[in-house]
């Protein structure tokens, strides 16, 4: 089935003749792009703000349903629903807009929230998270798509790390706030919160989208590739969310689940070299820039996630801090991602060769977590310094790799190529947190049945005389290996000129300068 949109062109495939559409539309004012950015960032706060407030309530949902065996799901539902339909708004909007789609997803998510928050049971909860993820899963990559829409390229970074003020704010509040509305209220005001604060949203993105430029070009939705590829990423993210947790990894479950999705994965690059327009076209898949750029992000993402997770286990078992005191000193791992951003993306108006502060970002976080790979003991201080210096080292990873594969694919296949950069992020963040759960798994000794915790696990493991500090160094491995092999790819990702023009900075001359004095 073929969708046109309203003024149908035929650009060419050329990311110049794709810059020369977007330039003919009438720029935007400063005011616009404020008024857009506010409206984004309110949407991008309400998405991240639903990963971290939930966490703390799941106890008290237990209680309260009287179901602790699928409590998990609460999370995972989220997870699994947001992470495969990211590749389909890019796409979608790429043919009906970005402010349409936006409208949907944020439309999805409250509707998810008001399921969710007047819930009568685990199961009418969990779809509610299920319908809550499948439009939230659209607001990141639409609001990375939009941001890109707004600015060129080069101005681009400055506002993808202003953006992370939301990741932080969320970070920081959200734990906080869902342990208060559960000690104080009833856990569904967590959910009752989306619904004003998601309805304010949809207002700002209606008015302010409204002059928003539009790529335009008559598309074909992939129905089939769109369903095949979510089919074999939830049998594989299911693997990844339920190996050594619910079931042995080595179950007939888990290698069917891993086979299966395998199988589909076999079928959708099969389908992919056939159809005329692919879900993923293999133009997007094949450039250069878009694979190193997105194994960047993604391998940074998931060595940072790795460690939010089990961090405040690590803290609580080796430095034997109270869960309280725990969260309070994983803040400046997730704090300190913004002001590296920051850093990164004004750093790309200016600087030519803007890859120097992703590279310097990168080697910093890798010295960081040797620290702790070669001292896992050592005193808290030293522990909160290292996730400090990790914070802002990944966080000037972001900007660079984001607006290189951006800059890098023509206009019309910016929100395609930012729907899959956002998926293949989420798959190997979830897969590196699995990894390392098995190797905290292998290392206390224990292989979790179901219903077996890994608390439960630590304690064991500490009544018998194990050394904890030493299990949790060959994690810290792990994600050094996540961050070398992130530099790597950082280091071989080309750095192309970059569109638009540098804020206070000389246009770009025909041939390179000289080089600065040492």
């Not at 819930?119 to 939009?146: E, F």
């Not at 160094?473 to 092999?485: G, K, N, T």
């Not at 990702?493 to 023009?501: F, T």
């Amino acid at each position: 089935m073929t969708y046109s949109s309203r003024k149908s062109s035929k650009p060419s495939d050329s990311v110049e003749a794709a810059f020369t559409e977007a330039a003919s539309h009438a720029p935007l004012s400063k005011t616009d792009v404020r008024n857009i950015f506010y409206g984004l960032m309110l949407g991008m706060f309400l998405s991240a703000l639903n990963q971290t407030i939930v966490a703390t309530a799941l106890p008290t949902i237990g209680r309260d349903f009287g179901d602790f065996e699928n409590l998990s799901w609460v999370i995972i539902a989220y997870l699994l629903s947001s992470t495969v339909v990211s590749p389909l708004y890019g796409k979608l909007s790429d043919i009906h807009g970005r402010r349409v789609m936006m409208l949907v997803a944020i439309g999805l998510f409250v509707a998810g929230s008001l399921m969710s928050a007047v819930a009568p049971s685990m199961a009418v909860l969990i779809a509610g998270r299920t319908l809550q993820g499948i439009g939230g899963g659209g607001i990141v990559p639409l609001t990375q798509t939009s941001i890109a829409d707004m600015v060129t390229p080069r101005e681009r970074g400055r506002y993808q790390a202003y953006m992370g003020t939301s990741w932080i704010v969320a970070g920081v509040a959200g734990p906080a706030l869902g342990g208060i509305i559960a000690d104080h209220l009833h856990w569904s005001v967590i959910f009752w919160l989306n619904v004003p604060l998601g309805l304010f949203a949809a207002l700002l993105t209606y008015h302010a989208m409204k002059r928003l430029p539009r790529h335009e070009r008559p598309h074909q939705l992939d129905i089939v590739g769109a369903a095949l590829m979510i089919a074999a990423a939830t049998l594989v993210l299911i693997a990844l969310t339920s190996g050594g947790i619910r079931v042995p990894w080595l179950s007939p479950t888990i290698l069917l689940l891993v086979a299966g999705s395998l199988v589909l994965s076999l079928l959708l690059i099969w389908w992919l070299k056939r159809v005329p327009e692919p879900f993923l076209p293999l133009t997007v898949l094949r450039n250069p820039v878009m694979r190193v750029g997105t194994a960047a992000t993604s391998l940074t993402m998931g060595a940072v996630l790795g460690l939010t997770v089990y961090m405040p286990l690590y803290f609580q078992v080796v430095h034997k801090l109270s869960a309280t005191d725990a969260g309070l000193a994983l803040i400046p791992i997730v704090v300190m991602t913004t002001p590296g951003s920051m850093l990164s993306g004004r750093s790309m108006m200016h600087l030519r060769h803007y890859k120097v502060s992703a590279i310097a970002g990168a080697i910093i976080a890798i010295l960081s977590v040797t620290a702790l790979v070669i001292w896992p003991a050592m005193p808290l201080s030293g522990v909160v310094v290292a996730l400090t210096l990790i914070g802002f080292g990944v966080g000037t990873v972001y900007p660079v790799s984001t607006v290189s594969i951006q800059n890098a694919v023509p206009a019309y296949q910016v929100g395609t190529a930012t729907g899959a950069m956002n998926f293949f992020r989420a798959l190997a963040s979830t897969l590196a947190v699995a990894i390392m759960g098995a190797i905290l798994l292998t290392g206390l000794g224990a292989t979790p049945e179901r219903g077996t915790g890994v608390e439960l696990l630590v304690t064991t493991a500490g009544a018998n005389g194990v050394d904890t500090a030493a299990v949790f160094r060959f994690v810290f491995v792990a994600a050094d290996v996540f961050l070398v092999l992130a530099l790597i790819a950082v280091l071989r990702m080309e750095e192309r000129p970059l569109r638009g023009p540098a804020v206070k900075a000389p246009p770009l001359a025909p041939e390179p300068p000289p080089a600065p004095a040492e």
